[in-house]
């Protein structure tokens, strides 16, 4: 099936990223999920590949544990044109977001997109190709848990799209789980 015989939905565009590091701080932890399994990651990975299908770009969307090695639990596609380089972009985003405990367009910002900058700071030396801090990257909370408990990571459009549309999707998946639960 080609994907102009998909229904797409109407395009919704996507609220701009903040650049201010504690704007996007507060971002990570306002969507603090009351829980997390593999059916809520599959939600939220249904809702990223739907809001994305209405752009013309194509992107990855991959939802992990924070394990290594990484337990998928969502990995897709929205349109023909991806690469393999994809794939690379979303293992240095989720690597970042595991190792810092930060989205990577935080990471981004703190760090004025200067990656020597990043990689000096942080002492990573030759394994600094590892990492990306490049908008894309964002940890998933839930209740009562400090750490992460899975990444979710875009890899296709601008970084700060990236970013958004997981805070987006994300904080759309709270609510209804809020709401769903009584919380």
């Known amino acids: 099936m080609a994907t102009d015989d998909i229904n797409i939905p109407q395009h919704v565009g996507l609220s701009e990223a903040p ?5 996007i701080k507060a971002q ?7 829980y997390w399994n593999a059916g809520v990651a599959f939600e939220l990975g249904c809702a990223l590949r739907t809001r994305l299908l209405t752009f013309e770009r194509p992107a990855v969307v991959n939802i ?7 337990h998928v639990l969502f990995h897709t596609v929205t349109h023909s044109g991806t690469t393999l380089d994809n794939d690379f972009w979303v293992s240095r985003k989720r690597n970042a977001v595991i190792r810092f405990g930060a989205s990577t367009w935080r990471l981004q910002n703190q760090f004025e997109g200067d990656e020597e900058k ?8 030759e394994k600094a ?7 894309g990257g964002v940890p998933v909370y839930v209740k009562n ?9 875009v890899s296709g ?13 994300l904080e759309g998946i709270c609510k209804g789980l809020k709401k769903e639960s009584g919380a």
């Not at 650049?19 to 704007?23: P, Y």
């Not at 459009?157 to 805070?167: A, E, G, M, N, S």
Request: proline share 5%; with cysteine; net charge negative.
């Open 19 to 23: 650049r201010d590091v504690e704007a």
């Open 28 to 34: 990570e932890k306002a969507s603090t999920l009351p």
């Open 64 to 70: 992990s544990t924070v394990s290594t090695p990484a």
């Open 118 to 125: 990043f990689k000096t700071k942080m002492g990573l030396g």
């Open 129 to 135: 190709s590892e990492y990306a801090i490049h908008g």
């Open 145 to 153: 848990c400090d750490s992460p408990v899975a990444v979710v990571v």
């Open 157 to 169: 459009l601008k970084q700060w799209d990236d970013h958004q549309v997981i805070i987006e999707e």
